[in-house]
């Protein structure tokens, strides 16, 4: 039936579970995909506004929020976690596990938004983003991998900006003023001079509204034809979606036809484009147009931002954009809705799917239904990304917020050795010991501190593992309300699907039912008026409990450009370590006196020598 409880899909079969739980493909593989149609058509998609990408995903027309907006949103839960070890904490798999919990097991209306994961993880050391064990997005390997090629369109769209940039400083620094202008505005067969359709938003940032080239005078002529760009101060960079460290520094422009004019440029992955975050962000297609246009891609001799818009290209980067705006819908291993969009890194970006996914899923399960979205990392990278970035732009408010905590991470943040990737766990972690736990402990409160500085009710969501035992559970749980958590519920979801998560349900369903209920008013950490120093502060101090903040003279001059070129009135984007609350992934303590982070943005220990296929039946091996 419909209404406050999710119509079944046919197909859909109780999970075939077994201990212990195989491989994450094994377990993906077992269980046959629902045609997506139904999947859709059980959450009130109509077929018209469906994409067709193969039977086991589809776009989603934007249309649905149009078709739906006299419908009432349902309940709006953001995923989050502790500071992780390098390992991770189950995140992903919880936000899957949680939806399988309130639509297969509980009967609501769900749908859960994640990210689509970059291939630069996939074939690294962390592997795909699908969840794991029971609780997984299906089908992983189409999931994991090109998925509908909205990052291979990022990656165009990248790119033709980055060579469009490169064109117009060889054009400049080779062509007198006259011949440049005319090779911009080229006279037809007649000798007849038209500005192109994407000139006029430089034209008319420049406060000039004429139309016919031959009328401009020649200091105007001047003034639209160079962008003067200062090559030490390019910040758009070259983008691909696989871990090359040979490509992070290059030199460009050493061809003869460049005639020498050389620079020092390089690859970022595709995920950190700039591009990536628009389309995060974007709320409708005349959005994604303005901020592709809007965006600042160098800063020319006298300090002037240029755009893309300058450049004349926003029109063809939206182009290349136009069907990467629509989300992908997938579904879980029990056969819940799920939207898949955009894939911005939390420690360098914003860390958060959609806005248009979200909108759309609120939409879709009304009053009483559930969306899931996942925040990347903790509460100080891409949930306070989520607050003071995405909700600021979207206008949504959550309902609740999870944190995922495990008994592992808290022994390592309570002094136990360093985890790390490809090595065999240490002894603290696979005996009791409570004391470490506990020392740990003060990692989740500042997490669940952070998060209720919103006015979000928080529910942790305690990953058991195999080694932990019940007094370490019950440690972790008497830390996290102490903390104020609303409360904090074990979880098993990753070895018996939804069933496993049962609880975490009803334990979000109370938090939401009763945020509703006290008429809770989402807060912001700070206001867009202050300045950039003042916001950065209230993030360092609120979030990260510095002491002070220091700022390197390049920090200052920066700070200082940006306020000039009129950002100041922007929310802030911190790029920082994912594994400390300090900008020194090494120090586990809550305070620091000094922020200065740097990310390596490709980075990433092989995978690919586990990766096949059967060449006899076609099935993909070894993917995680």
Not at 527 to 535: D, N, Y
Request: glycine share 8%.
């Amino acid at each position: 039936k419909m209404g406050n409880s999710i119509s079944s899909p046919a197909g859909r079969v109780p999970l075939d579970l077994k201990s212990p739980v195989p491989s994450d493909i094994d377990v993906a593989q077992s269980v046959k995909p629902i045609a997506i149609q139904e999947i859709a058509t059980s959450v009130g998609v109509l077929e018209s506004e469906l994409e067709l990408h193969g039977r086991a995903k589809a776009k989603v027309d934007l249309s649905v929020i149009d078709r739906l907006k006299d419908n009432t949103h349902g309940h709006y839960v953001v995923v989050g976690g502790i500071t992780p070890t390098p390992l991770g904490e189950g995140k992903s798999t919880t936000t899957v596990g949680l939806s399988q919990a309130l639509g297969a097991v509980l009967g609501k209306k769900v749908v859960t938004c994640i990210r689509q994961p970059s291939q630069g993880p996939t074939f690294g050391i962390k592997g795909g983003a699908a969840g794991g064990g029971y609780s997984q997005v299906i089908p992983m390997e189409e999931f994991n991998l090109h998925m509908t090629g909205d990052i291979h369109a990022i990656t165009a769209a990248n790119n033709l900006l980055a060579a469009a940039i490169d064109a117009r400083m060889f054009h400049e620094a080779t062509q007198q003023d006259e011949p440049l202008f005319n090779r911009l505005c080229p006279a037809d067969k007649t000798g007849k001079r038209s500005f192109a359709q994407n000139m006029f938003p430089r034209l008319k940032k420049l406060g000039i509204d004429k139309t016919d080239p031959d009328a401009l005078t020649p200091e105007e002529k001047l003034k639209f034809s160079r962008l003067n760009f200062d090559p030490a101060k390019i910040t758009w960079r070259r983008v691909m979606d696989t871990n090359d460290r040979f490509m992070r520094v290059i030199t460009v422009g050493q061809g003869p036809a460049e005639k020498g004019h050389t620079r020092e440029t390089g690859f970022d992955i595709a995920v950190a484009s700039e591009i990536m975050a628009v389309l995060a962000l974007a709320t409708s297609l005349k959005d994604l147009r303005a901020r592709l246009g809007a965006m600042t891609v160098a800063t020319s001799t006298v300090d002037e931002a240029i755009t893309a818009d300058d450049l004349g290209i926003g029109g063809a980067l939206t182009v290349l954009m136009k069907d990467a705006l629509m989300p992908t819908m997938m579904q879980s291993l029990e056969g819940t809705p799920v939207l898949v969009h955009a894939g911005p890194f939390a420690n360098i970006a914003h860390g958060n799917s959609s806005i248009v996914a979200d909108q759309i899923a609120l939409k879709l399960v009304g009053a009483d239904g559930y969306v899931i979205t996942e925040a990347g990392f903790g509460s100080d990278i891409g949930l306070e990304k989520f607050c003071n970035i995405k909700c600021r732009y979207s206008g949504l408010a959550p309902s609740c917020a999870v944190i995922v905590a495990t008994v592992r991470a808290l022994k390592m943040h309570g002094g136990g050795p360093p985890v790390v990737a490809g090595k065999q766990l240490d002894h603290a972690y696979t005996s009791e010991n409570i004391d470490l736990v506990t020392a740990g402990a003060v990692n989740l409160t500042q997490h669940i501190e952070n998060t209720l500085k919103y006015n979000i009710p928080v529910v942790v969501a305690i990953n058991k593992f195999a080694t932990d035992t019940d007094a370490e559970l019950e440690a972790v749980k008497k830390a996290a309300i102490g903390a104020g958590a609303h409360d904090a519920v074990l979880c098993e979801h990753h070895a018996k699907g939804g069933k496993g998560a049962e609880e975490l349900g009803k334990a979000v369903q109370a938090a939401c039912e009763k945020s509703a209920a006290d008429k809770a008013e989402f807060k912001f950490l700070y206001p867009l008026k202050k300045t950039i120093k003042e916001k950065i502060e209230a993030i360092a101090k609120e979030v990260y409990r510095a002491d002070s903040v220091e700022y390197l003279p390049e920090a200052e001059a920066k700070i200082e450009l940006y306020t000039k070129q009129g950002f100041a009135d922007l929310p802030i984007c911190m790029a920082k370590t994912q594994y400390s609350f300090s900008h020194d992934a090494t120090k586990k303590a809550n305070r620091l006196r000094e922020i200065v982070s740097q990310i390596t943005e490709s980075k990433g220990i092989p995978a690919y020598y586990h990766i096949d296929v059967d060449t006899e039946t076609g099935k993909i091996l070894g993917l995680s």
